[in-house]
């Protein structure tokens, strides 16, 4: 699918999507439990829908229905998949089940798209190799894993992905004995490391130190009823179409949340972008923004957004921390900025850093999604600022985390047609 999007002024409210991290987090907690779980508002995403297909497949009885999940968890009792793990596109997926799978009494082979098995994973595999598990990445780029774990200490290198810690902290309490994670330099997004402490319920079984994780195993864990909140990732898109043209109010945001990527505001704030809360409603409005100095090491996913609000600020920003986002769904700094760039956009790429020089406006081009969702829902929210039409082929992968993204901008009046693929 392929989408044209035309100029013009957005107002209104759009909902966010339910997070996509927390509803991970709460599924894989699920199924670890022992007795009925209930998910409410979980993120039909396609990337939590491999997560919710990988606990079915380990044994966890799954009922759905439009708005509850009910999951029967088997505690550390997984069984052996008849074939390999299908993640789709979800790194998250890969990576939590990388884990998950060395309680399986067999060998548990996981795999994915072809960007997907591209993504960075030896870390995490060479941590379990240290807990005994045989731990692999196969010619294709699926993983293959084996179990058991055995107590003690191991080292993880988590300077590309908190999410290896992450999974480590979710799966290795339901084992016996007591385990050590020392990490090996630095911890990218301790913010989504805090999100899955959270995610356990009790803080006395795991904590976090300057050197790393202690954690200890033999826990029960209770089932959970959980409601999830609003994704603060997502949200970040209508926001900026709010802040470019228009008013925007986004529901179903949590003022308190957890999420890092709730530092949004702030970042927004550095730009002299105008958002406030009404109730429980964000309200973002057209603003005069300004050049800054913004920081995504801890809120990756927050750069499309953020790159296309530089692109038309007045004045030059400077975006630092963006080694990590080569290793996404894409090389986010290489597609983020060959989208803006056929848009008019003056942007200068770094080792770590991306340099914007702000321009009044951006044109409308044919450009492509590069297969990477956030890339998609970036190219959308600048073509509705454009000063004509935009062409965005490869739309279908808004699926991986927003499926109803473009309803919900022609819902704030955004004029967004959507048409089969060019030949």
């Not at 949200?235 to 008013?247: D, I, M, S, T």
């Not at 983020?336 to 081009?365: E, F, H, N, W, Y």
Request: glycine fraction near 12%.
């Amino acid at each position: 699918m392929d989408a044209v999007v035309r100029p013009g002024e957005v107002t209104g409210s759009v909902r966010a999507p339910p997070s996509k991290s927390i509803s991970h987090r709460a599924l894989l907690r699920a199924l670890l439990a022992h007795g009925r779980s209930t998910i409410q508002n979980l993120s039909r995403c396609a990337d939590v829908v491999a997560t919710l297909e990988a606990c079915r497949t380990f044994g966890a009885e799954v009922g759905e229905d439009p708005e509850l999940i009910t999951l029967h968890g088997c505690g550390p009792e997984l069984t052996v998949p008849d074939g390999a793990i299908d993640c789709a596109n979800s790194g998250t997926t890969l990576r939590f089940f990388t884990v998950a799978g060395c309680l399986a009494p067999g060998a548990v082979r996981l795999t994915g798209d072809s960007s997907l098995t591209q993504r960075p994973m030896e870390p995490l595999l060479a941590a379990l190799r240290g807990l005994g598990a045989d731990a692999r990445r196969d010619a294709d780029g699926s993983v293959t894993v084996r179990g058991p774990l055995k107590p003690g200490s191991t080292i993880l290198d988590a300077s590309a992905s908190s999410q290896y810690l992450s999974a480590m902290l979710l799966v290795l309490p339901v084992l016996e004995g007591d385990w050590r994670i020392d990490l090996a330099g630095p911890l990218a997004s301790r913010g989504y490391v805090d999100l899955t402490l959270e995610a356990l319920d009790d803080p006395s079984f795991a904590r976090i130190d300057e050197g790393g994780a202690t954690i200890n195993g033999g826990i029960k864990y209770p089932s959970i009823e959980r409601t999830i909140e609003g994704d603060w990732s997502a949200a970040a898109f209508p926001v900026a179409a709010g802040l470019l043209g228009g008013e925007v109010r986004v529901q179903g945001l949590v003022k308190s949340s957890r999420q890092p990527d709730r530092a949004l505001l702030g970042l927004i704030d550095l730009l002299d972008g105008e958002v406030s809360w009404e109730g429980d409603t964000l309200i973002a409005r057209r603003s005069e923004l300004n050049g800054t100095e913004l920081d995504v090491s801890d809120t990756p996913d927050l750069f499309p957004a953020l790159l296309l609000l530089a692109a038309r600020a007045r004045g030059t920003t400077t975006i630092t921390g963006t080694a990590r986002l080569r290793y996404k769904e894409s090389d986010r700094v290489s597609t983020c900025t060959d989208v803006l760039r056929a848009m008019g956009a003056d942007i200068a790429v770094g080792d770590d850093r991306v340099v914007v020089r702000g321009v009044p406006s951006l044109r409308g081009a044919e450009v492509t999604s590069h297969g990477d969702h956030r890339v998609a829902m970036m190219a959308v929210t600048a073509g509705l600022g454009a000063t004509n039409a935009t062409m965005i082929q490869g739309m279908d992968c808004l699926d991986v985390s927003w499926p109803g993204f473009l309803e919900a901008v022609k819902g704030l009046g955004g004029l967004v047609r959507t048409t089969a693929p060019l030949p």
